[in-house]
């Protein structure tokens, strides 16, 4: 059965320190590993990534991804009160598309 | 905005009753996807229908289904509901079967009394 894991699962830093999230994986036949960022609704896209030791980038937020250990981080610097949300992973395996999500990550930045 | 959208938004109705939630997925997607969120269970993955065909399952019940119409939509059904079937249920849309980015709808808040 595949499985997640993220840690930590809850985390309160200060606005203008970095995090670095994590998420670990076990996955029949991996193709893809996906964050994303859940305030009060809908899980809202952040990164896809396919390859190990490619990071991917957009703003303060970054992700990388190690295939032979099987995890990724997301850093996010200079936080800021906005990116208080839970950060969850999700993994892609076998022959279908359906996610399989970690329990993700609450982040709380205070101000 | 994903650019998919959910109705319902909320959903308030009684054990062993029946209901229908609804998905449209973005402009364009073929696949969707529907999942469930409780607190104790997080986000797990129900169901997946690509082009009108089911894809895959995954850990959906007997007593919900689902299906596509020829216009992409979907529908999730709910039947003999149980107060642990109260949850968020998301629907999901990507533009190909495997291997590209799920954007999610808004979401359906049901509620079982």
């Known amino acids: 059965e595949d499985k997640v894991v993220q840690s930590p699962l809850s985390l309160v830093v200060h606005e203008g320190d970095t995090v670095t999230l994590n998420c670990s994986y076990e996955v029949t036949n991996f193709r893809s590993l996906l964050w994303y960022k859940q305030e009060k609704k809908a899980p809202t896209f952040l990164f896809m990534l396919?390859?190990?030791?490619i990071e991917k980038k957009s703003g303060r937020l970054s992700s990388i991804l190690d295939k032979k250990e099987l995890f990724s981080i997301l850093n996010i610097t200079a936080t800021q009160t906005g990116d208080s949300a839970v950060y969850l992973c999700a993994v892609t395996g076998g022959g279908a598309d359906g996610l399989t999500f970690g329990k993700g990550t609450h982040l709380i930045i205070q101000p | 905005d994903s650019g998919v959208t959910q109705t319902p938004k909320h959903l308030i109705t009684a054990t062993g009753q029946r209901v229908t939630l609804r998905c449209s997925p973005r402009s364009g997607d073929l696949s969707v996807y529907w999942y469930q969120q409780s607190l104790d269970q997080g986000l797990q993955f129900l169901i997946q229908y690509y082009n009108g065909e089911e894809r895959a399952k995954g850990n959906i019940l007997e007593r919900f289904s689902a299906q596509q119409f020829p216009d992409l939509h979907s529908e999730l059904n709910l039947s003999s509901l149980e107060l642990g079937d109260s949850a968020l249920y998301f629907c999901?849309?990507?533009?190909?079967?495997?291997?590209?980015?799920?954007?999610f709808g808004p979401g359906t808040r049901l509620l079982v009394l």
């Open positions: 396919t390859s190990s030791g």
């Open positions: 999901a849309s990507s533009r190909a079967p495997m291997g590209e980015t799920q954007y």
